[in-house]
């Protein structure tokens, strides 16, 4: 026993539990899956998005959108520092 009086269960948002247990019941099949993680780095000066313009909106669709591509994402180096941090965790 650790201390602990309050019953340890998931919140009723968290989904994790339900997919562990279909995952569970069928591991005999092998499933994967994905997993998407969407944030929004911000500026802690300008306090907009990160490589939006000081004076207004970026074009639709632009390079801070979706992850662009390698070299073309804005703060893509600290996307890949973050996922890279999670893995190691």
């Not at 539990?17 to 994967?32: L, T």
């Not at 780095?41 to 490589?51: C, D, E, F, H, S």
């Amino acid at each position: 026993e650790d201390g602990t009086i309050i019953e340890m269960k998931p919140l009723p948002s968290n989904t994790r539990e339900g997919c562990a247990y279909v995952m569970k019941n069928c591991e005999d099949k092998k499933p994967w899956f994905g997993i998407e993680q969407e944030y929004t780095l911000i500026n802690a000066v300008t306090k907009w998005p990160l490589g939006w313009p000081a004076n207004g909106y970026p074009m639709s669709q632009g390079p801070y959108y979706c992850s662009a591509g390698t070299g073309l994402a804005i703060g893509r180096d600290i996307v890949e520092t973050h996922y890279r941090s999670c893995l190691y965790a």
